[in-house]
C-alpha cells in the first residue's frame, strides 16, 4: 500500500510514574530502548495500540524502581511501516540515540529492513509481532515474541480439520505476512486432508472484492482461510458475506482489533481469529494485563498492544538481568530467559523463536470471545536455524 508521506514525527518518552502516568518536561530516564512504530500511514493504528502497551510496560516498570534504581526512557520514531523509513530510524536510535536496546512495534516489512541495522550495531532487538521468518535469521541479536507466520499458518490448517472441514479456499493480502501464513497452510494442509479449491491475492490498498468474491461463491468452499489485517479483512468479509457466502471465515492476527468488528459490522460475528492474545484467560498475567491496559487506556487491549507489552518487558527483563549493560551482556541474558506473559510462557531457541500455543477467538455478539487453543507442539514448533 502506498501510504501518505506526512512529516516524520520523533517522540522521546520519559515515563516515570505508575502505569499509564507520562512525566512532562525533560527526560528523567537513564537508560534508553528504542521502539519503532508505525504512528502515521495506513498502520496508524495498529501503531498506537502497539505504542500503549510499549508504554504500559515501561511505565510499570519504572513504578517497580526501573532498573537497578535507574529509570527507563522509551524513544519512539515513527516509521510508517515502511522499510524505506525504518532503516533511517533504526540507525538513529543506534548512533545517535545509543539505546541499549530496542523493540519492534512494527509490520514485518519494515521490521525486516531495521533488524539489519540493528545487529550490525549489536544492540538487542526485540520483535512484537511481526511474523516474517526471515527476520530472526538476521542474527544474534534479533528476537521475535509472536509465532511466525509459518508456524500460524500451519496452525490454521490444524483448526480447519478441528472443524471438520475439507475443502478450503485461500484468499491471501499480498505482503509478507500474507505470504508468510499461507506457505505454512499449504505446508500443513496434506497431513490432515484438506483440499484447496481456489487461492486468490489481493494488494495490501484494495478494499472492493468483487472479483475474489465471485470466485469464492463458484468454489463453494466449506472454510475459507483469508488473511489480512483490520482495514481490509473488514471490508472482504463484509463483502463474502453480503454475496451469500455462508461458510466459516479463519483470519489470523491482522483481524485482532475492534476496527476489525466496527468495519465488518454484523458480517463480523462468527469470525474465527488464530491470535496470541485470550480475552477469556485465567492466566494472572494475561487477566493482569488486560485490567491494566484497560485502566491506562480506557479501552480493552488487542493482540498487538499484548504482544508489544510482551516485547518490551522482556527486553527490560533482560537489562535487570545484566545490571542495565547493552550488547553482548543483554543478548546472553535475554536469550536464557523464560518469561511469564500476557501472550504465554516463553522461552528462546537457537534461532530466538518462541514456541506457544495458538489461541482461537470468535467473533461473538461485537467482541472477541475465547473459541478453542491449538496445542501441538510438533506442529507448532519454530525453526531452529
Given amino acids: 500500500m502506498n501510504a501518505p508521506s506526512p512529516r516524520k514525527s520523533f517522540v522521546s518518552i520519559a515515563i516515570v510514574g505508575a502505569a499509564g502516568v507520562l512525566a512532562a518536561g525533560p527526560a528523567l530516564a537513564d537508560i534508553k530502548i528504542g521502539f519503532n512504530v508505525p504512528l502515521t500511514g495506513f498502520a496508524a493504528a495498529d501503531g498506537q495500540s502497539s505504542l500503549n502497551g510499549a508504554k504500559l510496560a515501561v511505565a510499570q516498570a519504572n513504578a517497580a524502581g526501573g532498573v537497578n534504581g535507574e529509570k527507563i526512557e522509551l524513544v519512539v520514531y515513527d516509521d510508517q511501516a515502511s522499510p524505506k523509513e525504518a532503516v533511517p530510524v533504526a540507525t538513529k536510535l543506534v548512533e545517535k540515540d545509543k539505546v541499549v536496546g530496542a523493540v519492534s512495534g512494527s509490520y514485518s516489512g519494515s521490521t525486516r529492513a531495521a533488524a539489519g541495522i540493528f545487529q550490525a550495531g549489536k544492540v538487542p532487538y526485540v520483535v512484537a509481532y511481526a511474523i516474517h521468518p526471515d527476520i530472526t535469521r538476521t542474527g544474534n541479536y534479533v528476537f521475535r515474541v509472536s509465532a511466525m507466520g509459518e508456524v500460524q499458518g500451519r496452525g490454521g490448517a490444524k483448526l480447519v480439520s478441528t472443524l471438520g472441514k475439507k475443502k478450503v479456499t485461500i484468499i ?16 500443513a494442509a496434506p497431513k490432515f486432508g484438506l483440499q484447496i479449491t481456489g487461492e486468490y491475492e489481493y ?7 468483487g472479483a475474489v468474491v465471485s470466485k469464492v461463491k463458484a468454489d463453494a468452499p466449506e472454510v475459507i482461510y483469508a488473511s489480512g489485517y483490520f482495514f481490509n479483512a473488514g471490508p472482504l468479509v463484509s463483502q463474502l458475506r453480503a454475496a451469500g457466502i455462508t461458510a466459516p471465515i479463519i483470519g489470523q492476527e491482522g483481524y ?14 462468527g469470525t474465527l481469529v488464530t491470535t496470541s492474545l485470550d480475552r477469556d484467560s485465567d492466566v494472572p498475567a494475561t487477566k493482569a494485563f488486560l485490567a491494566d491496559y484497560r485502566k491506562a487506556n480506557n479501552a480493552g487491549a488487542d493482540m498487538v498492544a499484548a504482544a508489544s507489552f510482551t516485547a518490551t518487558s522482556v527486553l527490560i527483563e533482560g537489562l535487570k538481568k545484566s545490571g542495565g549493560k547493552g550488547g553482548d551482556a543483554l543478548r546472553a541474558a535475554m536469550a536464557g530467559g523464560t518469561y511469564v506473559t500476557p501472550i504465554g510462557k516463553l522461552t528462546f ?35 531452529t536455524k
Fill in 256 to 269: 485482532d482489533s475492534d476496527k476489525f468488528i466496527e468495519i465488518a459490522g454484523a458480517a463480523s460475528e
Fill in 172 to 187: 491471501t493480502v499480498k505482503n509478507d505476512f500474507g505470504q508468510a501464513l499461507a506457505a505454512g497452510f499449504k505446508e
Fill in 349 to 383: 531457541n537457537s534461532l530466538n523463536e518462541v514456541a506457544k500455543d495458538i489461541q482461537v477467538q470468535v467473533v461473538k455478539d461485537k467482541a472477541f470471545r475465547r473459541h478453542s487453543v491449538i496445542s501441538d507442539a510438533a506442529l507448532l514448533a519454530p525453526p
Fill in 203 to 209: 494488494g495490501m490498498a484494495d478494499r472492493q472484492f
